[in-house]
């Protein structure tokens, strides 16, 4: 589908014409129409797939027709990263370029003229608001915030936001907005606690789910097989054999990325820790330190992995296997962009196994092994990454009272598109 498809106001099918996007990616054509219905959405999509202009688009498009006043803030955007708010609004800038509303984006730092600009956005009523949930609270306990005229809440990255633990100040935020609103949801995993969060402040939510696509060949996917304190020993030497510069090594709780770090600078490895206990300016100092080469190693949780965007990662290394597909295929995304190649490696100890298989049935393919390095002595045999088989299920064969069985059934019955982030 193309955008002048879509009933999407001419202003911005004019800015996207001048960006020379014209067609759809999924997401885009399954969520935008709902949008512009005015309904509620959560929609499932991965970063990549274009789901910024999937919600920026449509905002856009009903503000331009819709009866709101124009001295008040309309729409809120939360985003859970400093990094995610200021590309969600340069993407704002280029698709609103000739339409007349106003964006302000809010987020933490130690730039104090940041926090006036802030202030005086939030109290004269900047149409369009993309903000942390933490530096939006902060505004909201020190100033009197008027929210009576947002028709629109919009949550980016929602399962990240969780994640680092926002959802109270989630929360508070939304007991302030009005009742009649059109709340949208976006993320790329769909748990329980977030299906908990949309019930709460969602009416009658449309759901798109879009299908987590596969990484591309251009990533050279690989695994070794181990043991858990053969780890550290393969990356020291997987680091010093190839000498290579902006590696990204991601591990799944954020004392085991402290430890790592701190570990691998032992060996004499330039690494640094990127994880969520970090003060905000100082995760955009080690990111800045890392994209411009002065950092050689970053080792990185997930709660943070989709906010590395940085193009010429050659390696990335799973120092423990995810537990989700969904989560592998956001790490090991961080290499191969814009049009380069790069190689994943994958560290698989027995306890990691039924996660690994997990993931390689999602791949539908046998990830390629590498041999360990003799200096690490033997690995793990074969038959403890071989998967266990499933427990017996309830619905199956039991005995009755007098020591019969019987079987109880079961029921079982050439276009360019905008795909920032």
């Known amino acids: 589908m193309y955008f002048d498809e879509l009933a999407l106001s001419d202003e911005v099918l004019d800015a996207l014409w001048d960006m020379h996007f014209d067609e759809c990616t999924p997401v885009q054509e399954k969520t935008i129409p709902v949008i512009l219905e005015g309904r509620d959405v959560i929609s499932c999509a991965q970063t990549g797939t274009g789901k910024t202009a999937a919600y920026i688009l449509p905002l856009l498009t009903n503000l331009a027709f819709d009866d709101h006043d124009a001295s ?204 969520s206990d970090l003060e905000q300016n100082e995760r955009d100092q080690v990111m800045l330190d890392f994209r411009n080469g002065k950092i050689d190693v970053l080792v990185a949780t997930d709660v943070v992995s989709r906010g590395i965007d940085v193009t010429d990662v050659p390696l990335v290394i799973n120092y423990d296997v995810p537990h989700d597909p969904e989560d592998y295929v956001h790490r090991i995304g961080r290499t191969a962009r814009a049009e380069n190649s790069g190689e994943a490696i994958t560290l698989v100890s027995p306890e990691d196994a039924r996660y690994w298989n997990r993931i390689e049935r999602f791949l539908k393919k046998e990830i390629e092994r590498v041999p360990l390095p003799e200096a690490l002595g033997e690995g793990p045999d074969e038959k403890a990454f071989i998967p266990k088989p499933a427990r017996p299920s309830s619905h199956g064969f039991r005995k009755n009272r007098q020591g019969k069985k019987h079987n109880r059934k079961s029921n079982g019955n050439n276009h360019k598109s905008p795909r920032q982030s």
């Open 72 to 275: 008040k803030l309309n729409a809120i955007i939360m985003a859970p990263t400093r990094e995610l708010a200021q590309q969600i609004d340069q993407q704002m800038q280029g698709f609103g370029y000739y339409v007349p509303f106003s964006s302000l984006a809010i987020y933490g730092g130690k730039d104090n003229g940041a926090w006036g600009t802030q202030v005086t956005g939030l109290q004269k009523g900047a149409d369009i608001i993309i903000a942390t949930p933490g530096r939006l609270l902060s505004q909201m306990n020190i100033y009197d915030v008027d929210f009576s005229g947002v028709k629109y809440f919009i949550l980016d990255e929602a399962d990240r936001m969780l994640d680092m633990g926002f959802y109270d100040d989630i929360m508070t935020i939304v007991r302030k907005l009005p009742a009649d609103r059109q709340t949208i949801m976006f993320s790329a995993t769909m748990p329980p606690k977030i299906r908990q969060m949309a019930k709460a402040i969602m009416r009658n939510p449309e759901e798109v789910q879009i299908a987590v696509s596969r990484p591309p060949e251009s990533i050279h996917q690989m695994c070794a097989q181990l043991f858990e304190p053969q780890k550290t020993g393969f990356i020291q030497l997987a680091l010093q054999g190839r000498a290579l510069k902006k590696v990204i090594i991601f591990a799944g709780k954020k004392q085991r990325v402290k430890d790592l770090a701190r570990t691998l600078r032992m060996l004499k490895i330039d690494a640094r820790a990127m994880h």
